[in-house]
């Protein structure tokens, strides 16, 4: 329930604070006073559209803050959990919207920051407002089956409904997907079947074309290199290295012997030495690299028959890799494809029958839980209308008669929430004949028709507290007293709020509170104020008389609040 209302500078409001209590609270005042202005401002803590003409002149911003105590079961907490949003059930609930003359408007759960839509959200759990001609969510024939199924107690059924309705679209997906393919599968048949024989035959490998690629290259070389070692050969062999390097050994070793020469450290005797053990190292290096050269020759292996074999299977792999606008490395993998298709062309019927079997049984196990929820549906729907003509004849529509129609939505259009369409239907006379209850109510049966669903629905919404805006349009006498004991009735599982121009639904209230202008501000400020006892009795007197208060006025007020 809303525990307290903090208003800031809307419209012609400067400054308002008021705590509200449990239990049937009415706003009262002269027509202009503002009333209307206390219901915007809480329907834009609740979510609804926010407008740069609420900012009141002269002001920057302004800002509604309306606090709730939920109860501890309340959905409003799930809904917060699952936004993320910290909130305790030990600790009040704060909704506020800001709305700044320069940038957007501003929504707040407990001080953060959250879509607007997401406050509307919150705010739906929260209050309902019934205004005049508003559509409540009684009114929205979009509501009405939940409305039907919370009169009913029907979570358990919607949860059974809704996962059987989940199996069945996963059912009816997959055999889709699968007769997609199977079509497919079936019209290329006998081109799979070609493609399918041309690659087993070709019977591509893994990595085999990189690997042909290498061997051809290499085939493709030994040629070069045949005649490379040739010419090496022939060019050690033919100006005889090793002889000329043998007799240039021994001449320097004749000198580095002469007398005087061994083991001398003067320049001529050293750098004999050192030319001899040059000549000696080349010498030697020389019949190395010959040995390497000609040995080269017993590795060299030129095969034209295996560079042609390479050469043809890797033409063989490319040019149907090109056939298949694909590269030679990923054949095997289309292979491997193309035989999953083709079986599925030639034995599928089986995965396919499958399919349509569990698709069956998943359809069968959703229309058994839809129907149950249509057989709750309906039985509640009759006690429902009982309920709700209880509540008719004392507003002065016991001629009227409320019909709630369960209808069978056409084939394929069930969803997880069942199989039916449901509207309420209002006949207002015998005999005009049923209609939509948006339709065929006027401004005044509307309130009235509201004030009776919402007494007979008062324990099946989850909103704690509901406003109604003048539920008593167009209704005085013993109407008006019977619009008050229904509030009073509905104030015992709810807090209610109405604002009424009838002291008879005044009187019935708990507590009552007057919007009147502010004559201490210049520019003619709204206040809102609760009234005491004897207040009460004035305000009534004046809803009597009028402008002026008569003793008269005084005495009827004072016999309507001790009726109450």
Known sequence: MILSISIRDFVLIDRLDIEAGAGFTALTGETGAGKSIILDALSLAMGAGADRSFIRAGAEQASVAVEFGPPARHPVWNALQEQGIEASVDEALTLKRVVRASGPARAF??????????????????????????????????????????????????????????????????????????????????????????????????????????????????????????????????????????????????????????????????????????????????????????????????????????????????????????????????????????????????????????????????????????????????????AIAKELAPLKLGRATILIGVHALPDGEGSAQGADRVEFEAETNPGAGFGPLRKIASGGELARFSLALKCALAEAGSAQTLIFDEVDQGVGGSVAAAVGERLVRLAGAKQVFAITHSPQVAASAAAQWLVEKDHDQKSGGTRVRGLDDSARQEEIARMLSGAEVTQEARAAAGRLLEDA
């Open 109 to 386: 759960v407990n001080d953060q920051a959250v879509s607007a839509a997401f406050l509307a959200e919150v705010g739906e759990l929260l209050v309902e407002i019934h205004g005049q001609h508003a559509a409540s969510a009684l009114m929205r024939p979009s509501m009405h089956r939940r409305l039907l199924d919370q009169f009913a107690g029907n979570e358990k059924l919607l949860g059974a409904c809704a996962d059987a309705f989940d199996a069945l679209e996963a059912a009816r997906e997959t055999r889709s997907r699968l007769e997609a393919e199977q079509a497919d599968a079936i019209a290329t048949r006998e081109w799979l079947m070609q493609a399918v024989e041309e690659l087993e035959r070709l019977a591509p490998v893994a990595g085999e074309a990189e690997a042909l690629t290498l061997q051809r290259v290499r085939l493709m070389q030994s040629e070069r290199v045949t005649e490379s070692v040739s010419e090496a050969e022939a060019a050690l062999d033919g100006a005889d290295i090793d002889a000329a390097l043998s007799r240039a050994s021994r001449a320097l070793e004749r000198i580095c012997r002469l007398p005087g020469f061994d083991g001398s450290s003067e320049s001529l005797p050293e750098a004999a030495r050192i030319a001899a053990e040059a000549v000696e190292r080349a010498l030697i290096e020389a019949r190395e690299a010959s040995a390497a050269v000609f040995g080269l020759e017993r590795l060299i292996h030129h095969d034209t028959e295996a560079l042609e074999a390479a050469e043809a299977r890797l033409f063989a792999l490319r040019a149907l890799a090109r056939k298949h606008a694909t590269e030679a490395e990923l054949l095997p993998d289309l292979l491997l494809r193309l035989r999953s298709r083709l079986d599925l062309a030639e034995a599928g019927e089986d995965a396919l029958i499958a399919a349509r079997k569990a698709e069956t049984s998943a359809r069968a196990r959703w229309h058994q839980a839809a129907e149950k929820l249509t057989a709750t549906r309906k039985a509640a729907a009759t006690q429902l209308e009982k």
